[in-house]
């Protein structure tokens, strides 16, 4: 294994770290005691963890540690600390009453990326090997998942996050349509190339 899948593997390690300090945050938060230092410390975790994204591609290049097992573990370990952020604090207060991820941001997320996954697997059985080329809508929509989770774990702004997950909710659904045109369009190519292949 290299030093990038390393970093990757750690990265994926780090995500029930986080899950469990942001729930026992919580918890104190309800007893009405609440420990800063368990909200700080998931923070820091969610931090290196993201940045860690950044640092495997970057050693992954720079010192040609490309693998298939890197380029496989990459983007689950980012789906799950990305899907995990979420869905944990969609379940829990993270302050004040109410101040949390929207359940049905969390739900459209979810939606979002088994309908993408499912297209995957169409694509797979009927078409074979293809590689989906990334859309900037799909990374926006990564940046301000990102942003809205951040602004709910620093809790600086009294301004309720529903307001930046409406934003991200709208780049959610605008990548997953541009995804789904995607491997509509592959679709259609292959049927047009090979005519006979369905009945």
């Known amino acids: 294994m290299t030093f990038a899948s390393k ?15 942001a729930i026992y945050y919580s918890r104190s938060v309800q007893e009405h005691h609440a420990n800063e230092n368990l909200r700080f410390a998931a923070l820091i975790v969610f931090v290196v963890a993201s940045a860690s994204d950044a640092l ?13 097992f890197g380029a496989f ?26 101040w949390r991820i929207p359940l049905w941001f969390a739900a459209l997320v979810i939606v979002r990326d088994c309908i993408i996954l499912g297209g995957i697997l169409v694509l797979w059985l009927t078409v074979g090997k293809v590689k989906i080329q990334p859309h900037w809508s799909g990374k926006i929509c990564t940046v ?15 301004f309720p996050p529903v307001y930046l997950c409406a934003l991200a909710a709208f780049f ?9 045109r995607q491997g509509l369009h592959l679709l259609q190519h292959t049927n047009v190339h090979h005519p006979d292949s369905h009945p």
């Open 56 to 68: 495997d591609g970057f050693i992954a290049r720079r010192f040609n540690q490309r693998s298939k």
């Open 7 to 21: 970093i990757t593997v750690s990265r994926l390690l780090l995500v029930p770290v986080f899950a469990v300090l």
């Open 73 to 98: 573990i990459d983007p689950i370990a980012d789906k799950t600390l990305l899907l995990t952020g979420i869905i944990t604090l969609s379940m829990i207060d993270w302050g004040s009453q109410g």
């Open 144 to 158: 301000t998942q990102m942003i809205a989770l951040g602004w709910v774990m620093l809790r600086m702004v009294p």
């Open 172 to 180: 959610t659904v605008w990548s997953g349509v541009a995804y789904f």
